[in-house]
């Protein structure tokens, strides 16, 4: 399927703010079953520096400073990306869960797509024996990788309840579980825990995800939004395979990345550095048109490699 994203995010300061120093990770990344067509950044005001690059694990990232007063920051992000279909699941292909673990275990690669650098406590997903022995039910003995992490996703769809009242952006992820409350990045951040906790890799990924408006009703402009769910690496004939919690199914064609990390943090929208003080206010739209039918696979396109790839490629 081929889009149009555009996000825009407007910050009002509660005061001028002189100098301030930021870290945008807003546009899609070019991966195996993802292709950017062209994308575009602006910041209003002119920055004073904006540099572009690619992180640790292959991300867009693009670092921006100010040194001039301003008490309204506005980021617009657009991008033309086109996404393959996910390779079949049915028959189930995948290896039993033990073998994915053993596998990720004798690991000695440093690669940034290495399933190692997934496996363990992150700053946000610290291993939580709780929900570790929850996580647990999804994967007895000898069930494979990919059926046993559906289990998991659809366990947690039906388990927890989508609330963006109950947790905030820095939420211990031990309470929303509790809670069984919260939004994507909560549910995102309980299954990679669970998941690490049984030594299988996890990552977490932040993108767009394309919805579809009732039945004879028009599409609100903005009415879609950023959204993060998880990526399952699946022993190397598989490699990673996208899993969405909130809405218990297989990460798909609607699915549109724009990164992926060990949690939250390496995959901020926006980070930084402000002077200023008082309150800030944050608006955020989000809009991603679908401009074409699926799209003609090209062979780079084909999701036979791990999902998650180094830079360059």
């Known amino acids: ?25 807003l546009i899609p990344i070019e991966r195996f079953g993802q292709r950017v067509h062209v994308s575009d950044l602006t910041v209003d005001p002119a920055a004073s520096t904006m540099v572009d690059g690619l992180d640790f694990f292959g991300n867009h990232v693009t670092r921006v400073g100010f040194r001039r007063s301003h008490r309204r920051l506005t980021i617009r992000a657009t991008a033309t990306v086109t996404v393959a279909p996910p390779p079949p699941l049915e028959p189930d292909p995948s290896p039993a869960h033990e073998t994915v673990a053993a ?30 022995e929850w996580t647990a039910a999804s994967f007895p003995a000898g069930r494979s ?4 992490a559906l289990d998991l996703t659809r366990r947690i769809h039906a388990g927890f309840a989508y609330d963006p009242t109950a947790t905030e952006v820095a939420t211990p992820l031990a309470r929303a579980f509790a809670a069984r409350r919260g939004v994507c990045q909560d549910f995102a951040h309980v299954m990679i825990a669970g998941l690490r906790g049984l030594g299988l890799p996890a990552a977490y990924v932040s993108g767009y995800l394309r919805t579809v408006p009732p039945p004879g009703e028009a599409k609100l402009a903005g009415a879609d939004a950023m959204h993060a769910w998880v990526e399952v690496w699946c022993g190397e004939d598989l490699g990673w395979i996208g899993f969405d919690p909130t809405n218990g199914i297989v990460a798909g064609c609607d699915h549109i990345v724009v990164g992926h990390g060990r949690d939250y943090t390496d995959v901020s929208p926006v980070t ?18 679908e401009t074409g039918g ?11 490699t791990p999902a998650i790839s180094p830079p360059g490629r």
């Open 272 to 289: 930084g550095i402000i002077l200023s003080a008082g309150s800030q206010g944050l608006a955020v739209a989000v809009d991603v048109v």
């Open 1 to 25: 399927m081929r889009y149009d994203v555009t996000q825009v995010t407007i910050y009002d300061w509660g005061a001028a703010v002189p100098f301030a120093d930021c870290t945008l990770r």
């Open 145 to 148: 990788i990919v059926t046993g």
């Open 294 to 304: 699926p799209a003609p696979v090209a062979p780079d396109m084909v999701a036979e």
């Open 103 to 132: 596998a990720v275990a004798a690991s000695t690669s440093l690669a940034p797509d290495d399933p190692v650098h997934f496996l363990f406590p992150s700053r946000w997903v610290p291993l939580t024996p709780a929900v570790t």
